[in-house]
């Protein structure tokens, strides 16, 4: 009786093993810049101001068969922040916007992720934003999978969403135009 029970929890074991799996982890890959964080917000209403995050890390799991169960967690440093003027990056970094030195970090801490059409998809999440965490959803268009030249496999999205400064207690208003900013997001994962 016991060698039947032994063949059975071998076969069982075997078959678990031998299973495909799916569902995997990806870092990533803001050390050689293929991930971005960029944003723009109005200008007095007359322009834009671009900018982006040069220090981001972050991880994601992902499982073609099953995208419901995605998770994402991203931590920014805002001291980082990048407008391509030194007098305006200071200043974002002040009291008056992103207040570095009392937050040190921008988190994100997905909640859901679902597939909403062809090739689209609205992530679900907390972020963390000058120590105030609020739910905020990005629309996410997958871009593409696959093998790398160096023998990694890798895995690629973009998203879009907007803020209201004021949700994240940013008091500075710069008037009706300026009240939003716009974050644009390239992110390619190495599997690990």
């Not at 990533?28 to 995050?53: C, E, M, P, T």
């Not at 008056?96 to 062809?118: C, H, M, R, W």
């Not at 965490?133 to 496999?153: H, L």
């Amino acid at each position: 009786m016991k060698k039947p029970l032994l063949i059975s929890l071998l076969i069982t074991i075997g078959v678990v093993l031998s299973a495909p799996v799916s569902a995997a982890r990806y870092v990533i890959d803001s050390k050689n810049a293929h991930a971005f964080v960029q944003f723009k917000i109005a200008h007095l209403g007359y322009s834009w101001v671009l900018g982006r995050f040069n220090q981001f890390e972050g991880s994601f799991d992902y499982d073609e068969n099953n995208p419901s169960a995605s998770k994402v967690s991203v931590t920014i440093n805002p001291a980082s922040v990048d407008t391509n003027h030194a007098a305006r990056d200071k200043h974002l970094r002040s009291k008056d916007f992103l207040k570095i030195d009392a937050f040190p970090q921008v988190t994100f801490n997905s909640t859901g992720y679902e597939v909403t059409g062809a090739n689209k998809a609205v992530l679900k999440g907390d972020l963390t934003l000058r120590g105030v965490t609020k739910p905020i959803t990005i629309d996410v268009t997958p871009i593409g999978a696959g093998k790398d030249p160096w023998g990694g496999y890798r895995r690629g999205f973009e998203g879009t969403t907007r803020l209201a400064l004021a949700d994240f207690g940013i008091p500075m208003d710069l008037g009706p135009a300026s009240r939003e900013v716009e974050l644009f997001l390239s992110v390619e994962g190495i599997r690990q």
